[in-house]
């Protein structure tokens, strides 16, 4: 596939799918999550009203997890073909991951504030999802120290293809401990959702949360896509103006 | 002896050379496990622990010293290859990266056993703790740990030492990744302590042999990509 044809400033900034669906989709869907989620979804009935942010956190975890998958795909491509374009997708991958991973651990403390009284427990998956959190900080930082350093991209591609490693450590995890060791609830293994409306709450802000990081993914993608092209006619011109 | 199997072992002979040659090196690092273990000793003595409360922190002192002292030593694998430019030299001289990374590894590794020594030798001295009625199971299990410790750090050494920051970016890098094995080699230190004795099947034992093939494996295929210009 010849990935640069897609990746390029005059794809990301002209295409339909970038400049009208993606956008026009998440905010639609982030709208009717909103109106299911307060307005359909009737009140839990031992948490009450809080619960409904049990919807926001799993969606951003599931927008985490598909951002990673950005990343995992950006990533192996990238060593295998070395096209900067592939570095700039795990890129635009890892940095949005890293954002809806921070709204998870947000909506986490205040949902357990309320339900375990506790802002944090050190548990499996909460202590796994501050790592997956750690991993992806340090992704963010180590971008940070290197841009414009020779080989940072291999480095990043190696440090995202780790990071994509520990996912399923994360999935997981809830299944380490019994369930009357640990707190985190298991909603939809469990069968905790008898109504459809919670159902059509959870799917509809699942999906509204991964077109919202999506719409952000292009945009980082075509924010480092022009950086990219700046510096390289920035570079163009200073050795023409030497020769 | 295979081409691959003289060129590893003229790699490891050349960085034992390297740190021999450098003795202060090896006397600096351990005496900043030393020193690490001495300050901790007094931080807890300070808040009024008691001998026997300082024996329940120790496993957790143990690996906490290790895992600094350790991110400190890695710093400098790969100093003088960057430094001197050697290491793209030293891959093109020699057949595959893995073999490189494996040669890098073993003197890393041995490095390394010799800091957990130390540690664990201070840890007798200053903080009390009786590791002589399971020394050589002890040593064992931090030999072990040390598998999947140097297998990632050399990696990712070799990641961070091109950066001006790399004291910074290797710790950042390192720690989020290597807390499985901290939490196991904890668990497993804290059992062997208390009762002597370790279940080879328990869950975190085996985590640790895991995450030690696992790391081991990822990081070799890996190296050529981080090497390779």
């Known amino acids: 596939m010849q990935i640069r044809k897609f990746v390029n400033s005059e794809f990301l900034t002209s295409s339909i799918w970038g400049t009208r669906i993606i956008p026009a989709a998440a905010a639609c869907l982030v709208m009717a999550a909103l109106v299911i989620v307060f307005l359909v979804v009737p009140n839990e009935r031992v948490m009450g009203a809080v619960q409904r942010i049990f919807y926001f956190h799993v969606g951003s975890a599931m927008a985490c997890y598909a951002m990673i998958v950005l990343l995992l795909i950006g990533s192996s491509f990238y060593l295998a073909t070395r096209e900067n374009a592939w570095d700039a997708i795990a890129e635009a991958g890892a940095f949005v991951a890293f954002v809806f991973a921070s709204i998870v651990l947000l909506t986490g403390s205040i949902w357990g504030h309320s339900a375990w009284n506790t802002w944090w427990r050190w548990e499996p998956r909460l202590v796994s999802f501050l790592i997956l959190w750690l991993l992806l900080f340090s992704y963010v930082l180590l971008r940070q120290f290197s841009s414009g350093a020779e080989r940072a991209g291999a480095f990043a591609a190696v440090l995202g293809i780790l990071i994509a490693l520990n996912v399923p450590v994360v999935i997981f995890s809830i299944k380490l401990l019994s369930h009357a060791e640990q707190l985190h609830p298991e909603v939809v293994a469990q069968r905790g959702l008898r109504d459809w409306r919670f159902i059509l709450g959870l799917v509809v802000s699942n999906v509204a949360l991964i077109a919202a990081a999506l719409w952000l993914w292009w945009l980082r993608l075509t924010g480092s896509v022009i950086e990219h092209s700046i510096r390289l006619s920035g570079l163009k011109a200073h050795s023409l103006a030497r020769s | 002896m295979s081409a691959e199997g003289r060129i590893f072992s003229a790699l490891v002979a050349k960085d034992l050379k390297t740190i021999w040659r450098r003795p202060t090196q090896i006397a600096a690092t351990i005496g900043f496990a030393v020193l690490s273990v001495i300050v901790a000793s007094f931080a ?102 040390a598998i999947g410790f140097v297998a990632l750090g050399t990696l990712l050494a070799a990641v961070a030492v091109v950066h001006r920051e790399r004291e910074l970016i290797l710790p950042l890098v390192l720690f989020p990744l290597l807390i499985p094995l901290l939490a196991g080699a904890v668990f497993v230190t804290r059992e062997l302590l208390s009762h002597g004795s370790i279940d080879l099947s328990g869950f975190w034992f085996v985590l640790i042999c895991v995450f030690d093939i696992v790391s081991l494996a990822v990081s070799t295929v890996l190296f050529e990509h981080v090497a390779a210009s």
């Open chain 2, 44 to 145: 807890f003595r300070q808040i009024g622990y008691t001998q026997a409360d300082l024996l329940a922190v120790t496993p957790g002192i143990i690996w906490l010293v290790f895992l600094f002292t350790g991110v400190v030593a890695l710093n400098y694998s790969f100093l003088p290859e960057y430094e001197d430019r050697a290491l793209e030299g030293v891959l093109r001289a020699s057949g595959s990266p893995a073999t490189v990374y494996l040669a890098k590894w073993t003197t890393n590794y041995l490095f390394i056993a010799v800091v957990l020594l130390a540690v664990l030798g201070a840890h007798g001295l200053f903080f009390g703790a009786d590791l002589s009625a399971s020394l050589a199971l002890m040593i064992t299990i931090a030999l072990i740990t």
